[in-house]
Structures are given as C-alpha cells and as structure tokens.
C-alpha cells in the first residue's frame, strides 16, 4: 500500500498557492529561511515554484487550478497540515503527511482533487472533503488518522472513489468514530461514489462507529466492494440510510471486543427516504461484545435488501485472513 511513499526530501510542484505556517493563533508567518523561500502570490501570476519540503505549518491552495504536489514532507503541531479551497485540478502524489494537530487534508467548494500513493497518519482526521465534486483517495497508507480516516461530506458528482487504501487504527493511539464516512453524499446511477479495494485494520472503542459507513443521512448512488475489514470496530460495514447503495463482495472479521455489535446492518436511522439497497456475495465472521455470533442485521426499514440471502456467514475467514495477513490478526 502505498506505492510511492517515502520520496523524503523531493521538491514540491506549485502553480501560485499560499505556504503558510499557522501558529494556535492563526497568524500567518513566512516560512523559515534559508532553505523555504516565503510563496506568496495572487491568483495566476506567477510560474511553477519549486519549494523544499519538508515544511512545517500549513499549505494552502484557494482558488488555484491545475496544482501538483510530489513528494511533499508537512507537518502542523496547530492545525491542518493541507487545505485546499474553491479549487481544481489539485493532485497530492508520494507525500508524508503528519503529525497534524488538525486534519491531515482538508478540501472544501473544490473540483477534481486526487491524494494518492501518499502517507497520513498521528492528525485528527484524515482526508475531509466537503461540497465538493470527484473526490479521489487512492492508494494511500492512513494510519491514526483520528476520528475519522476518510470522510466525504456533501460529496457529488461523477469519479467519486475512495480505493486501494490501508487505513490502519491502533487501539489507543486512534480513537476512531468511522474509517470511511460518506455522509450526505454520492455519484450518479452510471459513476457511483465507489469505496472499494480497501483494507481497514483496527477500531473502537467507539460505541457507535464503523469500519465503513454508507448512506449517513441519506445520499444516493454509492458502491462498496472488495473491501477487507478486520476488527473495524463496532460495525464492519453500516448501511444508515440512502438509495441505490450496494454492498458487494467484501470480507468483514471480527472478534468480541467490549464495543463489537454486527458485522454488516441495514437500518435506516434518519427520516430520509431509504430503498433500493442490495447487499450480496460478503463473508463475515463477527462476534458481538458477549462473544455470540452476530454477522447480518436487517432492520427491515429500507424495503426489500436484494441479495441478503447470498452473503456467508462464516467460521473460518480468520484462518482464510490469518494466511493472508498474518501478525495483523493476532
């Protein structure tokens, strides 16, 4: 996981951004001399900069299109490490992103904004992308990412995707709500906002958490598939709500913890409108916080769950995961 992670000392690729370091007060400080030059210029005015990482404070993009940034080295012991603002065509490659005191990228009112082969980790969340369109976190390794690793809110459009990532959550560094939120969000019926691919390792103790929740308060048009979710939590995959929400082929382990519930639930817990959810071909094993086997809830409020009855409910995918992935289990 990963590809690419560890580029320590590349050069960053900027069109005109603002690089600032934020102190608890929020004033703006030049970065330090003499290897990172102060950048800061208007909008479109002045040519690719190449700025040393690694940097200490926050980067930040608003209102700037076609940015690249390889190899980038940041941390904030105030606040976000990255915000990018009403802005396009922003791609975030090879980067080592962390400690943040705040999240690690934040993306608001911004369009086409990829972080992929890149590592966050020890911030407060991870990736939170809000109002924005095609969103994508690939390939990347997220680890202590706080609360919630990848969140998208009010996320739309068409290429939304969230793949190929490990997010791994130590009990006691990270006190993590969901891994993977999509909130108030979705794609289209022919480019759904699709979670797959992704290995979620570690949550809790979060009464109320997810390894990946869908449809929270609504949403449409969202794919979960292939992923592989190993003591994620209280739930391994939640369905709250939504429409058109499919729930494909993936692999959900648990063993009793004090915060374990269910493996995978549907159950509408808003008053939005809730239907056309299929969840079809999982394999969980989960055992609730008593130790009793509890893989598949239904709660029977957003109609009829097409494919319920082709999901396993197994009692050897630790052995099959165990010979996958090892120590991870034990």
């Known amino acids: 996981m990963g590809n690419g992670v560890?580029?320590?000392?590349?050069?960053?690729?900027?069109?005109?951004?603002?690089?600032s370091a934020c102190t608890g007060g929020g004033t703006i400080i030049t970065l330090p001399?003499?290897?990172?030059?102060?950048?800061?210029?208007s909008e479109g005015t002045a040519p690719a900069t190449l700025?040393?990482?690694?940097?200490?404070?926050?980067?930040?993009?608003?209102?700037?299109t076609g940015v690249v940034l390889d190899g980038l080295i940041i941390s904030n012991p105030y606040g976000d490490c990255i915000r990018i603002t009403h802005s396009s065509d922003?791609?975030?490659?090879?980067?080592v992103i962390g400690p943040c005191a705040g999240r690690a990228i934040f993306i608001q009112d911004s369009s086409s904004v990829v972080v992929e082969s890149s590592e966050l980790f020890d911030s407060a969340s991870g990736v939170y992308a809000l109002d924005s369109t095609t969103v994508i976190v690939t390939g990347s390794l997220?680890?202590?990412?706080?609360?919630?690793?990848?969140?998208?809110?009010k996320v739309t459009g068409v290429g939304n995707k969230v793949s190929g990532n490990e997010i791994v959550n130590e009990h006691g560094a990270a006190h993590t709500e969901d891994s993977i939120n999509i909130y108030?969000?979705?794609?289209?019926?022919?480019s759904p906002l699709t979670v797959e691919d992704n290995l979620v390792i570690g949550g809790g103790s979060s009464g109320s958490g997810s390894g990946i929740l869908v449809g929270?308060?609504?949403?449409?048009?969202?794919?979960?598939?292939?992923?592989?979710?190993?003591?994620?939590?209280?739930?391994?995959?939640?369905?709250?709500?939504?429409?058109?929400?499919r729930v494909l082929d993936n692999l959900v382990f648990s063993r009793s913890h004090p915060w374990s519930n269910v493996g995978i639930y549907v159950w509408?817990?808003?008053?939005?409108?809730?239907?056309?959810?299929?969840?079809?071909?999982?394999?969980?094993?989960?055992?609730?916080?008593d130790g009793a086997a509890n893989a598949l809830y239904d709660a029977g409020n957003c109609g009829l769950v097409s494919g319920w009855e082709l999901n396993e409910v197994s009692s050897d995918l630790e052995d099959v995961l165990r010979s996958i992935y090892g120590e991870v289990l034990d």
């Open 216 to 245: 929270d308060n609504g949403g449409s048009h969202q794919l979960v598939r292939n992923n592989t979710l190993i003591n994620p939590g209280q739930v391994g995959i939640g369905v709250a709500g939504g429409r058109n929400i």
């Open 33 to 41: 001399p003499p290897t990172t030059p102060d950048v800061s210029v």
């Open 90 to 95: 922003v791609v975030i490659r090879n980067a």
């Open 184 to 190: 108030e969000s979705g794609g289209t019926e022919t």
């Open 6 to 19: 560890g580029r320590r000392g590349a050069a960053v690729l900027l069109g005109s951004v603002v690089l």
């Open 51 to 64: 700025v040393p990482s690694p940097l200490e404070g926050q980067l930040r993009l608003d209102r700037e």
């Open 142 to 153: 997220i680890s202590n990412a706080g609360r919630n690793p990848v969140q998208y809110d």
């Open 268 to 289: 509408d817990q808003y008053e939005t409108e809730c239907r056309a959810v299929e969840v079809s071909g999982n394999v969980v094993q989960w055992q609730d916080s």
